[in-house]
């Protein structure tokens, strides 16, 4: 049996949720569609975020690509916060944030495993 670490368990953690948000977004049920259109926001933004969500999700996944994954995935939440915060809805900016910070994290320890003699 193959000894998998924490910092793939936490990569691969972060890649499910961006699945699982990019579903929610390229689907856009009527919740998500309006929330979108109130923001002002075209009708087909939601494509484009649940595009880029799933590409950091693939991004994610792979430990060639986790950097840009994460930094991908952390560009998203911070949007994310952007728009909720500028429209008053604090609530939601919970989860962006934590996942957002998650991201730096993946990507911190993707970057350390890059250079030389880290542990």
């Known amino acids: 049996m193959s000894k ?4 793939q368990v936490s990569a691969l953690a972060l890649a499910a949720f961006f699945v699982v948000g990019s579903l929610s977004n390229i689907l856009a049920p009527g919740s ?41 995935g952390c560009a998203i939440m911070l949007a994310a916060l952007a728009t909720v915060t500028l429209h008053g809805e604090y609530g939601h900016g919970v989860a962006p944030l934590i996942v957002a910070i998650l991201s730096i994290v993946v990507g911190r320890l993707a970057w350390r495993k890059r250079l030389p003699n880290s542990a």
């Open 4 to 7: 998998i670490s924490w910092r």
């Open 32 to 72: 998500i569609y309006e929330e979108y259109l109130r923001w002002g926001y075209p009708h087909w933004f939601h494509f484009v975020t649940g595009s880029l969500e799933l590409t950091a999700a693939v991004l994610l996944a792979q430990p060639r690509t986790r950097l840009w994954g994460s930094a991908l």
